[in-house]
């Protein structure tokens, strides 16, 4: 499809957060906007999702060029997960090689509070490391992914809460799935640090106030939180908002929806 000064403006989410979805619905009700949502195709059932949905890798940044000038991308929108940071390095180059605007919508990290008990680490193999000093009994919350991190810790047993029941066995010496999916409220967290007897906590630095009752929850326990910092970013060439509404001021106060 073509668009010109007075068609369609065609804009591509770069999705898999409750922002994005946010922001596909918010979009989708203007009639000057075409929205399509990507997807990396990560979770068997995703929410539905206001708008166009694609779902698959795009084949690096030189293949999300390609697919920005084959669908006519005008505007493409970063709102992918704080952790994300190799599609969000794509989106950067592809943008800039492609030369139409990128809008990156980050929502910012939880900070610590005065009783939280926190130990900032590097990556999942910090965290790893710093379970070898930590309790035995852990919850994990950072996902189906790089798990293998923590295979070498045979005196610690795993409570792995994912979205998705896992296909194939996890690469953990002893562990048991709690399958779920946020928000959770604190008084669900603090239930499940309690049933099975958790010692510490691990979480990426997410942020956002779906998965965070896990926090409070390991406050209201005296829990340690082993918390994951992000990932440094990358070359940023857009702007940046933090939320939803201010990726909608932004896009209006630069005229895509006149
Ligand atoms: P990643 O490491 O940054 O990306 C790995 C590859 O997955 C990318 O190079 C790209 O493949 C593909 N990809 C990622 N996001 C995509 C998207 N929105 N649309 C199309 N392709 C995408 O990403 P990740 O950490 O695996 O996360 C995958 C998705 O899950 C992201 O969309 C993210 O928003 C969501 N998510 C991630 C986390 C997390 O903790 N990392 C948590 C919640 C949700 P090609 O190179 O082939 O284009």
Not at 56 to 74: C, E, P, R, S
Not at 220 to 227: A, G, H, K, R, Y
Request: some cysteine; hydrophobic content about 45%; aromatic content about 4%.
């Amino acid at each position: 499809m073509t668009t010109d000064a007075t068609g369609p403006r065609r804009i591509l989410i770069l999705g898999g957060t409750l922002e994005a979805n946010k922001l596909a619905a918010a979009l989708n009700e203007q009639a000057v906007l075409e929205v399509i949502t990507s997807l990396a195709g990560r979770t068997a059932k995703p929410k539905a999702i206001a708008g166009q949905v694609r779902v698959g890798g795009f084949g690096g940044a030189d293949g999300l060029k390609a697919y920005l000038k084959d669908q006519a991308i005008n505007l493409m929108i970063d709102a992918t997960h704080p952790f994300a940071a190799q599609i969000s390095s794509h989106a950067a180059a592809a943008a800039d090689q492609a030369g139409i605007p990128l809008l990156r919508l980050c929502r910012p990290a939880w900070q610590a509070a005065p009783n939280d008990r926190w130990i900032g680490v590097d990556g999942l193999g910090g965290a790893a490391k710093a379970l070898r000093d930590a309790g035995s009994r852990v919850l994990l919350t950072t996902g189906r992914q790089g798990l293998g991190a923590f295979s070498s810790l045979k005196d610690h047993h795993f409570v792995v809460r994912l979205v998705d029941a896992p296909r194939e066995a996890l690469p953990l010496p002893s562990y048991e799935v709690e399958l779920g999916r946020g928000p959770f409220s604190l008084q669900e967290e603090v239930a499940l640090l309690e049933r099975h007897s958790i010692h510490v906590v691990v979480a990426k630095n997410s942020g956002g106030p779906s998965t965070a009752a896990k926090l409070d929850a390991a406050r209201t326990l005296n829990l340690p939180v082993i918390m994951i910092e992000r990932p440094r970013a990358g070359s940023m060439t857009g702007h940046e908002v933090e939320t939803v509404e201010a990726a909608e001021a932004w896009i209006g106060k630069n005229g895509w929806l006149s």
